[in-house]
């Protein structure tokens, strides 16, 4: 185990402040409690987000939700509506809520290093009027999560900047073992990698609907 006794920490909210500065008053002040225009083409426009949660006892996660643009329902000023698709049924994300409400959205659109943060409340939710609505080829899904909003705002681009990752130039997909050879070391040990490799293959994309 990593010797970790050398480690100076922050412990405080004053420290923390006092190492990294205060924020400009318009970039501490420029959360919203509802979604405006711009909110508005913005999640039109956007195939995909990461849903981050905890548990109620502090677990955390992290999820990507990604569909055709405009995945996101806006039935109102302060209220949004994100579908649910299948997957591995895992649903960290969606027992957190269960225990704790609060949820935190960052909506990216590929090739804007902008992104729009949502942070609410939310609720789960199996059948309501507007889930024709939520149909992909022609699936509806079995669950939604309802998205109360409590504070909206756009987050600069620096980090994207940083990391160069919408330079199409700096993509090495290769350079980590395929998504086969990960699942045969860590997930499904007792399968083949030539079975694995044919899971994920091409028809992996043609079952994501069902």
Known sequence: ??????????????????LLG?????VAEK?????????RQWLAASPFCLM???GGDGTCDVSPKGDPAGFT???DDTTIVIPDRLGNRRADGFHNVIDNPHVGLVYLIPGR???LRINGRARLVRDAPFFPRLAVKGRVPVLAMVVEVEEIFYHCSKAFLRSDLWRP?????????????????LESPDQSLEELERYYGPAYAERLYG
């Open 31 to 39: 959360a919203r409690t509802s979604l405006h225009d711009y909110d």
């Open 169 to 185: 130039e700096s993509w090495q997909p290769e350079v980590v073992p395929s998504r086969a050879c990960i699942a045969k070391a």
């Open 73 to 75: 329902l806006v039935l």
């Open 22 to 26: 205060a924020p400009l008053q318009r």
């Open 113 to 115: 290093g902008d992104t």
């Open 1 to 18: 185990m990593t010797d970790t006794d050398d480690l100076v920490e922050v412990t405080s909210h004053d420290e923390l402040r006092e």
């Open 52 to 54: 981050s949660t905890a």
